[in-house]
Nanobody, 124 residues
Framework: QVQLADSGGGLVQDGGSLRLSCAAS????????LAWFRQAPGKEREFVGT????????YYSDSVKGRFTISRDNAKNTAYLQMNSLKPEDTAVYYC?????????????????WGQGTQVTVSS
């Protein structure tokens, strides 16, 4: 089992950058694939990106590809979402999530553990 804590959100101007962190407690962090999802007001939660347990495989949604970068440091039990060239449409609550087995996927239902979410607001 793993517990996740998201942090790093805030208010940023159009074109700015933020880095989110997802700190995990528990054992065998590298046995879990991690993903970032986001939910904007009035919208369903959507996939942002995912990284495999060993950090080798990384996938992004088309809406963030080329602007966002996912990484993880298994020695620190932490994953990161570096967000550059932010746009107002990126405004949402961002959640990290973990699934056992280490295989990265964009299927939300397969993630068993979730952080509390961190608010990202991009002003125009």
């Amino acid at each position: 089992q793993v517990q996740l804590a998201d942090s790093g959100g805030g208010l940023v101007q159009d074109g700015g950058s933020l880095r989110l962190s997802c700190a995990a407690s528990g054992r065998a962090f590298g046995d879990y694939a991690l993903a970032w999802f986001r939910q904007a007001p009035g919208k369903e939660r959507e996939f942002v990106g995912t990284v495999s347990g060993n950090g080798v495989r990384i996938y992004y949604s088309d809406s963030v590809k080329g602007r966002f970068t996912i990484s993880r440091d298994n020695a620190k039990n932490t994953a990161y979402l570096q967000m550059n060239s932010l746009k107002p449409e990126d405004t949402a609550v961002y959640y990290c999530a973990a699934r056992p087995g280490g295989i990265a996927t964009n299927q939300e239902y397969s993630y068993d553990y979730w952080g509390q979410g961190t608010q990202v607001t991009v002003s125009s």
